[in-house]
């Protein structure tokens, strides 16, 4: 065997070796193979928790949600907001000519553009004769839904209110004039009607049952903020009951979802799909949402948005009494256990009230059985009751309660809720002065009463508000006509255990209690 014979197994192990490398060698050159990339980790992917969303919900009440534009023969306002153009305490008309902000807006359009659009009118003269149609302006927009399907729709009064004429854009874009059926400012409701030559069946929605509401529940809000088109806020119920001072019957619905102008009229759902209640207002100091937003709820709208939808107006019960709260020194005056009910301040004159026999100094404490909360309260139930209906009120006078029936009468147009006290003669000069010292203050008897000459500024009567030339009526529901009458009933209280005594008081401004303390001196 020759050398090279015997090294040729190993040149062949070699050459494997060798062709082994050069196959690796290839494989790194031309990339990895499929079943060596299982290797590398893969793309992050997180396995989300299940949470509630509202896109079944909001799909399925857009199309009964709508978007509100009001036309009016008056000056153009912008969309529910007053706008002005001040300049450095100057108005546009005062800029020079020449200003930049003045050519600006002959430009551009503006204030300017809508003043020469009038002074040409009257350049040219009005050509269109004494029958001329009005020349209608977009004046305000906001939001409404459809409440049947032959095309009724509910928004707030304040958005169509002035209006001349209405239309309603849907949800896919179709605009179609609409009527007004008619409108209550007291709850800022109204109801338009759509007129459709094909009968089309609308999409609509139903009203909830908010009694059921709760703080914290979800809610939906869906509108038409700033003319962008429908547009979908979620948020919760954040408070219930809320009194804004808007109107008599406030009862609001407190919800953080965003929501901003455009919105008023616009439905707030539950994630049923059914309004909770209908935005109205929002706090704002910026005049953009902060989070707090108001809304009707169901239970107000549901029965006016009948009244409506029946004949055009709200019959609301009425019982014409003016009234104010029963604070705790009110209710201690009056030996009452609670501090609630309604103090009947003055009876209207031929009002369902006084031919019942309601007096001055009554409180209001029940309703058919059922308490009342405070003032608020009854001027709700009340408005509540069908017109003619015979109800029992319960009344605490003279230390004890009573029950007085009563029947309900009805609320005239925009006839105030409460009667306000008339404007009376001032009494003639005083014969004699007495002095209350233990009270901080002098009387002067009159014709009416007693008239309040001074008050001691450090006295409890000057802090409770009681000034110079008020007069006092009764003291503990019992007319006064001299000190002498005031100070024999303070004794009766005293002697009853009673802290405090309660003061009718006359104004200018009308008639109210307060309660002053007897258990000094």
Do not use: C
Request: proline fraction near 5%; avoid cysteine.
């Amino acid at each position: 065997m020759s050398k090279i014979s015997a090294f040729r197994p190993g040149l062949k192990t070699v050459l494997k070796t060798t062709t082994v490398a050069g196959l690796a060698a290839v494989m790194l050159a031309t990339g990895i193979p499929a079943r060596v990339s299982e290797s590398f980790a893969e793309a992050v992917s997180v396995q989300a928790p299940q949470v509630a969303s509202f896109a079944d919900v909001v799909s399925a009440v857009s199309p009964a949600v709508v978007s509100v534009r009001v036309q009016s023969d008056i000056k153009p306002a912008s969309d529910e907001s007053n706008f002005s153009f001040n300049f450095g305490g100057r108005s546009l008309d005062e800029l020079p000519d020449d200003h930049p902000l003045k050519r600006f807006f002959r430009e551009f359009g503006g204030p300017d553009q809508f003043r020469g659009d009038r002074d040409r009118g009257r350049q040219f003269g009005d050509r269109r004769g004494p029958d001329r149609k009005p020349h209608l302006r977009p004046t305000s927009q906001g939001s409404g839904f459809f409440i049947s399907e032959d095309g009724y729709i509910v928004t707030n009064n304040h958005v169509v209110n002035d209006g001349s004429a209405f239309t309603v854009v849907m949800n896919d874009g179709t605009e179609l004039n609409a009527t007004l059926v008619g409108k209550d400012s007291r709850t800022d409701l109204a109801v338009l009607k759509v007129e459709e030559k094909d009968k089309r069946k609308f999409t609509y929605v139903n009203f909830a049952d908010d009694s059921q509401i709760r703080v914290g529940d979800w809610v939906v809000a869906v509108g038409n903020p700033f003319g962008l088109g429908g547009t979908v806020t979620a948020g919760i119920i954040s408070a219930r009951g809320r009194d804004i001072g808007s109107g008599p019957y406030d009862d609001y619905l407190q919800v953080d979802a965003a929501v901003n102008r455009g919105n008023s009229g616009g439905p707030t759902f539950n994630l049923n799909g059914q309004v909770v209640g209908i935005n109205t207002a929002i706090f704002s100091p910026s005049g953009g949402n902060v989070g707090i937003a108001f809304a009707i709820p169901a239970s107000v709208a549901k029965g006016v948005v009948a009244d409506l939808m029946k004949d055009g107006k709200v019959d609301r019960g009425w019982l014409g009494v003016q009234i104010q709260p029963v604070s705790r020194d009110i209710a201690d005056s009056l030996g009452l256990a609670d501090a609630a009910g309604a103090l009947v301040v003055e009876p209207q004159a031929d009002s369902p009230g006084a031919k019942a026999g309601i007096k001055k100094g009554d409180v209001i404490t029940a309703l058919d059985g059922e308490p009342i909360k405070d003032p608020r309260d009854l001027a709700r139930r009340v408005a509540d009751i069908a017109p003619g209906k015979k109800v029992d009120l319960s009344v605490w006078r003279d230390g004890k309660s009573q029950t007085v029936p009563v029947e309900i009468g009805t609320l005239a147009g925009e006839q105030i809720q409460a009667a306000t006290g008339a404007d009376e003669a001032e009494p003639e000069a005083p014969a004699s002065e007495q002095a209350l010292a233990d009270l901080g203050i002098s009387v002067t008897p009159g014709d009416e009463g007693l008239t309040v000459s001074s008050v001691d500024p450090d006295s409890d009567a000057s802090d409770r508000g009681l000034k110079e030339g008020d007069r006092i009526t009764s003291v503990n529901n019992q007319a006064v006509k001299s000190a002498d009458d005031v100070v024999k009933v303070i004794n009766n209280a005293r002697k009853d255990g009673r802290s405090k005594a309660l003061f009718q008081i006359e104004t200018n401004d009308g008639s109210r209690f307060l309660a002053l303390p007897i258990d000094q001196g």
